[in-house]
């Protein structure tokens, strides 16, 4: 089966504009319900920005993908996208309802603070049902149990790790879009076309929140876009097939930790330091590694793209692996 190629250039621009054309919109909507972030302790800005972000991300993903399942519903679908879709109707219905759960936990939480223990339930709910749909990590143990239970983690590692990233303009969505046009590159190359498909509507949706965030900031993500960011990158890193029996790649299973070493080493990092310093592991502080680039003298713009930059060269290494 033959797939055209400007589908991909579809999905990638189509939720970038969707994205980038929203947010002003839900940043009035945000203003207007008092959704934003005051300044205060540890904040990086002195008046109050709306927390449009995460909403304007979800309907740059939401849209696309959404226009796709009516058109391969009325017929008009490419016949490779019809019957990808076909095998993983019910992985992808999860993974939209997963997205919007994620969001509105994000959004409940941005409004009312809620306590760790309440969010990281919604996490874990979250989590187990996508899990429970058939997005599973593997890793070669034929037991249900064990995948289960390891995409579970895996989820909520990823979720705290992007959420604990977004504290610097631009930080979490250039990481996520980096490492979502990873996904992108390894699911197209190998075929994989849906995967491929829905990489690409996330890179172009974060694409689009950017010019709002970085370097200067008129919107943020807020947590209900840290909590989406890092459950798609969990689950993109889940989709892609990266180890083949008979061909001789072993070390591509390690290809979604490579595309992701910077905000797992930084969640690794800050959670080793809270927990020597006998501090909860979920109270915020100054020890995350974008703040120790700006005490070693660079500037905060510096420090991001510093992080970009490792970022993307982890990725291409990872890419590199499953040449």
């Known amino acids: 089966?033959?797939?055209?190629?400007?589908?991909?250039?579809?999905?990638?621009?189509?939720?970038?504009?969707?994205?980038?054309?929203?947010?002003?919109?839900?940043?009035?909507?945000?203003?207007?319900?008092?959704?934003?972030?005051?300044?205060?302790?540890?904040?990086?800005?002195?008046?109050?920005?709306?927390?449009?972000?995460?909403?304007?991300?979800?309907?740059?993903?939401?849209?696309?993908?959404?226009?796709?399942?009516?058109?391969i519903y009325f017929g008009a679908g490419n016949i490779a996208l019809t019957h990808g879709l076909g095998r993983r109707a019910l992985e992808l219905s999860a993974i939209v309802f997963g997205a919007l759960g994620m969001t509105v936990l994000g959004v409940l939480d941005d409004k009312h603070e809620l306590r760790p223990a309440v969010k990281f339930a919604g996490q874990f709910l979250v989590a187990t049902l996508v899990s429970g749909a058939g997005v599973r990590v593997t890793l070669f143990v034929p037991s249900p149990v064990f995948s289960f239970a390891v995409t579970v983690l895996w989820l909520l590692t990823l979720i705290n790790a992007l959420n604990f990233m977004d504290n610097m303009n631009g930080l979490c969505a250039g990481l996520g879009a980096i490492a979502g046009w990873c996904f992108a590159v390894l699911a197209a190359a190998s075929g994989q076309y849906l995967v491929a498909l829905i990489a690409l509507i996330v890179v172009g949706s974060l694409l689009g929140y950017l010019p709002h965030n970085f370097p200067n900031a008129r919107a943020f993500l807020?947590?209900?876009?840290?909590?989406?960011?890092?459950?798609?990158?969990?689950?993109?890193?889940?989709?892609?097939?990266?180890?083949?029996?008979?061909?001789?790649?072993?070390?591509?299973?390690l290809t979604p930790l490579l595309v992701l070493a910077i905000p797992l080493f930084d969640l690794a990092c800050v959670v080793t330091i809270r927990t020597l310093k006998r501090k909860p592991f979920y109270i915020g502080d100054t020890n995350h590694l974008s703040h120790r680039l700006v005490r070693h003298g660079l500037s905060k713009t510096t420090a991001v793209l510093v992080i970009w930059l490792s970022a993307a060269i982890c990725g291409a290494l990872g890419v590199w692996l499953t040449r």
Request: glycine letters at 10%; aromatic letters at 10%.
């Open 222 to 253: 807020g947590d209900a876009g840290s909590h989406l960011v890092g459950y798609l990158l969990a689950v993109l890193a889940i989709l892609p097939h990266f180890y083949t029996p008979g061909r001789p790649r072993p070390l591509a299973v």
């Open 1 to 71: 089966m033959s797939f055209p190629f400007n589908l991909y250039a579809l999905a990638l621009l189509g939720s970038f504009a969707i994205a980038f054309l929203s947010l002003p919109l839900w940043a009035r909507w945000c203003v207007r319900t008092g959704h934003v972030d005051d300044p205060g302790h540890r904040k990086i800005h002195d008046r109050p920005i709306p927390l449009a972000g995460g909403l304007a991300v979800f309907t740059g993903l939401a849209l696309p993908v959404l226009a796709g399942a009516l058109a």
